[in-house]
């Protein structure tokens, strides 16, 4: 291989026939194009004929020049040049393929297998074996040389793992294989650093010369930690291995059906690797989380799995031995009635608690131990909810929120008043925020604060004196509350109120759950496995139990695989990353080994391509030769056409998108207007457009079944280019961040809607739109800014709507209860008195959402009946959109009179 700075000439010697040029230039200058052959008039038209004949002795220059042009570019060809050339100056050896296919490379994965496959095709051309090793799937199996093909179908047939790669493993394996002499040695890893790379890197180095390639900073890894909660929501760690440049990615909390629950930014400034994102949650919407994801990169480190102790944390209460049975004079009576709406709850002794330790213990004074088990709940992540009372006020200790006084007033730290005391309002910052102080919540007594150390980021609630009455304070992991009174009538009227349960519950969110095992036999089996894709999947066949004592120990790996795992009825959660983890990316050169980026410039052949232009150039010369020859039929206004036809070829690359797009659109007209069909918005949310096109298939179904209409599978439309007018109805999921639409797009969504048209707006937040406390949708409101829609009024009882195929008074989706709007004057539009708009919140494609094998996807808030009144209610609308008022006319009062009779 002769080198030229970038470009390579693997046959440099063909390129002596360049010195042939100067000839060849002679030879064509030499050499005239044949004369014109003409039939010449009867001699009388002679006469003005000039006497002198001429005859070119030399070929135009152009010709001549774009001749040694092709020339040039077949003498080149020949040479073989190549882009970017590889080092080829050893002889080619058997090929040793090491890909790391852990959770970390699925975001470079395409790029992985097609770097992998260039690799495998240079083998097999050298003719020479090759093994590929999969450092995530090894397993008993012997490595060994086999042909290309072997590898190849291997590496097709590869996926990426949930679990990282186990290195330490592959080089064992590689240290036992028996290879005949030296390897050609690729490592394509997934740029991180883990025990066993280095030791790997030298092993690879002793098999032969190492090629090692990690993965580009656009393809690098991401992950997140295990949230912690906070009052407010919960706080999530976002990390990254690849820090040169900033970035900004987004955080979203999902629920178990795939949607939305919260979102968060996470930047990234250049040289920054671990980012702490929060996200604010009443603890409704937090026990409705199943997952956290990185939204920007798809892979199980991307991922958070949440478990039964985030949804409803499992509250133990500490018995008191001193209890006689008079549940109204029992402090844990009014605990246990307070929590039971919120919690799991398991009332023991300290002993069968710490079997299986809950996410909260509760303690009232009456059931006060200092044992030191309970210490160390707390430090590991638990939370503590303590009460005062006469023990505590004679003698504190020292798992408390803030120190005790001693001394003083009723026992050395209890305080009495004359008059009792009331709470004051709770303070912004407070978890009670926003929680009204009960006039009747009175205190007569309690334990006092050391003066100076109840700080107000350690106080929740305080009495209308400023005195503390709940305080706090984080402790190793986990968190220790106390209340400043009993927690029975003794001190205080709190425990009657209704602001006691609702405080606890405040409190509760506190919780990131506890020990997630139970009894010390018990084994979790998997039930949900996430793949390395971070979706979840049925797990491997390697996937085994683990013991409930060893859950929180246990990593991610073939054996355990992240996931869900069950014990019972308790389910728990194992992600790939735990809490204190982080990425290291792998340096440029480890154990003898230096890497190159995955997108780092390839070998290149340019053969064929200047082969294939110096073909184009020939057939140009051929026509070239004979237009100047007059041999071809062309008119006298198209003698030129040699130039013509090079103008038609060199614009023909620049018309073909223009001429694709409209193909494009064509095929598209036809597709939407041959059969009848629905459409849905493209919103470019995969998780929202599935749901979209699962839902109108769902209701083309029923439509199917119920009617004579026979609608096929609807289409998605971009609502920024496509045309809308060949659908009657198109349904609209419009999303919180939803962008505001073009000034085209809003006319296209005018011009429908004025045509007769029907959108069905769906902002599918019935069941939180009430945190919007009045506020209209955003997204809503930025989407028909720029629409002309008419007023808008609440569906009345009477609307066509409601009897145009079924007579409904609900019009449920997955949630029921939200709003329908219409056109309040549908009459006063230019549509026979139909409204061009529906405007609702219920979620109504979940509920019609059906799988391939027809059954739903999603569960819906009021089981089959609700499902089947949304069923209905779409019906209805695809009636509606392709009937208008029919329903309307008073010829069919009759028979709705006789059915409504029935």
């Known amino acids: 291989m002769w080198t030229l700075g970038p470009l390579g000439f693997a046959a440099p010697l063909a390129l002596l026939g360049l010195l042939t040029l100067p000839i060849l230039w002679r030879l064509l200058r030499a050499t005239p194009p044949p004369p014109k052959r003409a039939i010449f008039p009867p001699l009388r038209l002679l006469r003005d004929a000039p006497d002198d004949t001429e005859t070119p002795h030399h070929a135009p220059w152009w010709l001549i020049v774009f001749r040694l042009l092709l020339a040039t570019l077949v003498i080149i060809a020949l040479a073989r040049p190549v882009w970017q050339p590889e080092p080829d100056n050893l002889a080619p050896r058997p090929l040793l393929l090491v890909v790391d296919n852990g959770w970390a490379s699925h975001p470079s994965w395409d790029a992985i297998q097609r770097e992998a496959e260039r690799h495998i095709n240079r083998a097999d051309s050298a003719g020479q074996p090759a093994a590929l090793v999969l450092t995530a799937d090894l397993g008993t199996d012997e490595i060994r040389l086999d042909d290309p093909d072997m590898a190849r179908r291997r590496l097709e047939a590869a996926v990426t793992r949930a679990w990282s790669p186990d290195r330490a493993n592959a080089t064992s394996h590689l240290a036992a294989a028996d290879f005949p002499g030296a390897l050609d040695v690729v490592w394509i890893s997934d740029g991180l650093r883990t025990e066993g790379d280095a030791d790997l890197a030298s092993t690879l180095a002793d098999l032969g010369r190492v090629t090692a390639i990690r993965p580009d900073a656009g393809g690098a890894a991401m992950a997140l930690t295990p949230p912690e909660v906070t009052p407010e929501g919960f706080a999530i760690n976002v990390l990254r291995s690849e820090d040169s440049l900033p970035r900004t990615v987004t955080v979203q909390a999902t629920s178990e059906d795939g949607r939305a629950v919260a979102r968060a930014e996470a930047v990234f400034e250049a040289g920054q690797r671990d980012v702490r994102t929060t996200i604010e949650l009443p603890l409704e919407l937090r026990n409705r989380v199943s997952a956290i994801r990185i939204l920007e990169q798809t892979s199980a480190g991307a991922v958070q799995l949440t478990d039964d102790a985030w949804r409803r944390p499992t509250v133990g209460i500490l018995d008191a031995a001193s209890e006689d049975g008079q549940p109204l004079l029992s402090e844990l009576h009014y605990v246990t009635r307070a929590l039971e709406p919120f919690a799991e709850l398991q009332r023991a002794n300290l002993d069968t608690l710490m079997e299986t330790p809950p996410a909260i213990i509760v303690m009232v004074d009456a059931a006060r131990t200092d044992d030191p088990r309970l210490t160390d709940f707390v430090d590991q992540g638990g939370v503590l909810i303590r009460f005062a009372g006469p023990r505590l006020a004679a003698r504190g200790d020292d798992l408390l929120p803030i120190p005790l006084r001693e001394g003083g007033r009723m026992f050395g730290g209890a305080l009495a008043w004359d008059e009792p005391q009331r709470l004051a309002p709770f303070a912004p910052t407070s978890p009670f925020a926003g929680l009204e102080p009960d006039p009747e919540a009175v205190v007569r007594s309690q334990v006092l604060a050391e003066p100076g150390t109840a700080t107000d980021d350690r106080v929740w609630a305080r009495l209308e004196d400023g005195t503390p009455l709940v305080t706090s304070a ?124 995955l997108d780092a410039p390839r070998q290149t052949p340019l053969a064929g391509i200047l082969l294939a232009a110096a073909l184009v150039l020939l057939a140009l010369d051929a026509l070239i030769a004979l237009a100047l020859a007059g041999r071809l039929a062309m008119p006298r206004f198209a003698r030129g056409g ?97 962008p505001a639409l073009s000034p085209e797009a809003a006319a296209r969504v005018t011009a429908y809607m004025q045509s007769g048209g029907l959108i069905v707006f769906d902002t599918q937040d019935a069941d939180t739109a009430a945190l919007r406390a009045g506020r209209p949708h955003p997204g809503l409101v930025r989407v028909l800014e720029s629409v ?115």
Request: proline share 7%; no cysteine.
């Open 642 to 738: 040699t130039v013509a036809a090079l103008a038609v070829l060199v614009l023909l690359p620049a018309l073909a998108p223009r001429a694709e797009a409209q193909d494009t659109d064509i095929q598209f007209a036809m597709e939407a207007s041959l059969d009848l069909r629905f459409a849905y918005v493209r919103t470019g949310n995969a998780e929202i457009d599935n749901r979209s096109r699962a839902g109108l298939t769902g209701l083309s179904q029923q439509l199917m079944r119920r009617s004579a209409i026979e609608p096929i599978a609807p289409m998605a439309v971009d609502i920024e280019s496509d045309e809308l007018v060949f659908f009657p109805m198109i349904y609209w999921p419009v999303r919180e961040d939803a």
């Open 474 to 597: 984080r402790r190793g992991r986990g968190w220790v509350v106390l209340f400043h009174v009993t927690a029975g009538p003794e001190w205080s009227d709190l425990p009657l109120t209704g602001l006691f349960p609702r405080m606890l519950r405040r409190t509760l969110s506190l919780s990131s759950g506890g020990a997630p095992s139970t009894a010390q036999g018990g084994s979790y089996a998997i039930d949900r496995a996430l793949e390395g894709r971070g979706r979840l999947s049925d797990p491997p066949a390697t996937a085994r139990p683990i013991p409930a004592q060893l859950f929180e120990q246990a990593r991610a790996s073939a054996e355990t695989p992240p996931g869900l795992y069950r014990a019972g009825t308790v389910s728990a959660a194992l992600n790939v990353l735990r809490s204190g983890d982080g990425l290291r990316a792998l340096p440029a050169e480890i154990g003898g080994v230096r890497f190159a980026d």
């Open 788 to 902: 002309d829609v008419p007023s808008l009024a609440q569906m009345a009882a009477d609307h066509v709507l409601t009897r145009s195929f079924y007579l409904l008074d609900t019009y449920p989706g997955r949630f029921q209860g939200g709003p329908v709007w219409v056109e309040a004057d549908p009459d006063g539009a230019a549509r026979d008195g139909t409204s061009g708009v529906v405007i609702g919140s219920n979620d109504w494609a979940s509920a019609w959402a059906v799988g391939p094998n027809g059954a739903a996807l999603y569960p819906v808030d009021g089981g089959d009946r609700q499902r089947e009144l949304a069923q209905r209610f779409g019906v209805n609308l695809a009636m509606y959109a392709l009937t208008g008022n029919y329903k309307a006319d008073q010829v069919h009062v009759p028979a709705l009179l006789e059915r409504l009779g029935q």
